[in-house]
């Protein structure tokens, strides 16, 4: 699952794109919070066609913030419904 939470051109040619991720394993039908995850893409446009730059992927580890945590996964889920 992805949900992509922000775009932001940076000029013209550049932005970067925010989004959050999760997954569901295979035989479940629900996600797993464990393996939630922050995403960021850097693109450029070049000769009219836009390319990654920069994709990044940063597990969400809220370090003691369970509601953080929780917070996010509904939000994934509702991109299940």
Known sequence: MSKVRNVRLLS???????AIVGMVPPGQ?????AVNAHQTLVAAKRDGTWRIELFQTTPAQFHGRPDLVQQMTEELRQVLE
């Open 12 to 18: 013209p040619e550049v932005a970067i794109l925010r």
């Open 29 to 33: 039908v629900d996600l797993n919070p």
